[in-house]
């Protein structure tokens, strides 16, 4: 979304924090005081019904920001953000933050990243609706790839602290069907599982199984 420049620079407004595996990065129904630069690790991002129900909106990684529509809007946060993984951020102020995007006219930027947010979010619950189980798996695995190990090399790719239960509100699924879906991947030789832990071996295959009609 940003430049590198900007990015450091964005950097620079705010105070460095760590967050612990499973612990709440951004509460929800909670004031827009501040947001969050992810500069390492992995989060999720998920709407709690008032009835428990619980629903997956998006994975985020280093290079993003979360947290930044309450900022804007100056309401309550919609979502919650949780540390799938060790986490570091830096707590950028609202105001700071606000003051930081006027003076170096950044509007635009953030206006078609979240233009780009809702479309993945479209795609998302287009594919939920018509796409097999194991092409979904397959994408929310390079997703999460991508988010963790950018530019990695064709194998060896190693993902952490994802329980099936999220894979399975990821993908719009059972539990038990993630497991069949796990299992196919398996057999191709694509991933290989143990518990929590996801490793890809071969990426060209899990590209062939994401842009596949099985």
Known sequence: MLSDEVWHELRDQGVSRAFRERSVM?????????LLALTSGLAKV?????????T?????????????VSVFHGTPRT???VALTP??????????????????????????EALHRLRESDVQRTELLTLPLVVRLARVLL??????SPGAGPEGVRLTGLSQEEIAQATGVTRNAVITGLQML??????????????????????DWA???R
């Open 26 to 34: 951004l509460r929800q129904g909670s004031e827009g005081t501040h």
């Open 46 to 54: 998920v709407h709690r019904a008032p009835g428990g129900a619980v």
């Open 56 to 68: 997956w909106l998006a994975f985020r990684g280093p290079g993003d920001l979360v947290g930044e």
């Open 79 to 81: 979502a919650e953000v």
């Open 87 to 112: 986490c570091t951020a830096v707590v950028l102020e609202a105001q700071r933050f606000r003051r930081f995007v006027d003076e170096r006219g950044l509007v635009m930027e953030l206006m078609r």
């Open 143 to 148: 997703r999460l790839a991508e988010l963790t």
């Open 186 to 207: 398996r057999e191709s030789g694509a991933v290989e599982t143990a518990r929590k832990v996801i490793v890809i071996r071969d990426m060209r295959t899990l590209r």
């Open 211 to 213: 842009t596949a009609v």
